[in-house]
């Protein structure tokens, strides 16, 4: 497995002979113009996760790439090739499955409405299990090796995401959804997590394939 941490939450992977896109969102540019994908794949509607405006462009340059989305992003956005993947559904491609857990995005106050979200575990044989959880800490999928651990959001705290990294358990991880913090915010939340969960967290913000261990 390889994996390319892209800015905020979009990540890369690739793993099988398949390469899978993750959230690619107005928060990145390192998306821009990637070809090669055999999958691209949306967790929510909000636009750091989804930029409506160059996804198209996206598509036209991975025209065999499937493009599949949590059921509501296909409703707030016209894109094309578009299908939905709710929460409970499992996507086969090559010898690698991807499921999509959990069902909503995490309160951010009680008077904004709740929107969908889905997080994505995604494993192959020989392969570390890997979870995106899209902007939500409420569900913990079991077996999970790799996680891609949000390091802050206006829908959650310090106290939130330390306890999800200890529930998850996962042996490595690398800080997501990190595009509204500065320098000092980000070393703030990996140190914490690092000192108070078993997760060991490795910095990829240049944006280079890794393998994790």
């Not at 009680?110 to 299990?129: C, F, H, Q, S």
């Amino acid at each position: 497995m390889l994996i390319s941490h892209l800015g905020h939450s979009t990540v890369r992977l690739e793993l099988a002979g398949r390469s899978i896109l993750i959230d690619p969102g107005n928060f990145s540019t390192a998306w821009h113009g990637l070809t090669g994908l055999d999958l691209i794949v949306v967790t929510h509607q909000h636009l750091d996760h989804i930029d409506p405006i160059r996804l198209p462009a996206l598509l036209a340059a991975n025209p065999e790439a499937k493009l599949m989305v949590e059921p509501t992003v296909a409703q707030a956005h016209r894109l094309p090739r578009a299908q939905p993947l709710a929460p409970g559904t499992r996507l086969v491609l090559g010898e690698v499955t991807l499921s999509a857990v959990g069902g909503r995005h995490a309160v951010i106050h009680r008077d904004i409405p709740r929107i969908g979200n889905i997080g994505l575990v995604v494993e192959a044989p020989g392969e570390p299990r890997f979870f995106h959880p899209g902007d939500a800490l409420d569900t913990i999928p079991e077996g999970v090796d790799l996680a891609a651990v949000p390091a802050h959001g206006p829908w959650c705290a310090m106290k939130e995401i330390i306890d999800f990294a200890r529930q998850l358990g996962a042996g490595q991880g690398f800080l997501i959804h990190d595009g509204l913090i500065n320098q000092r915010g980000w070393a703030l939340s990996f140190e914490r997590l690092n000192d108070m969960t078993a997760t060991v967290l490795t910095d990829h913000r240049d944006g280079c394939p890794w393998q994790p261990a």
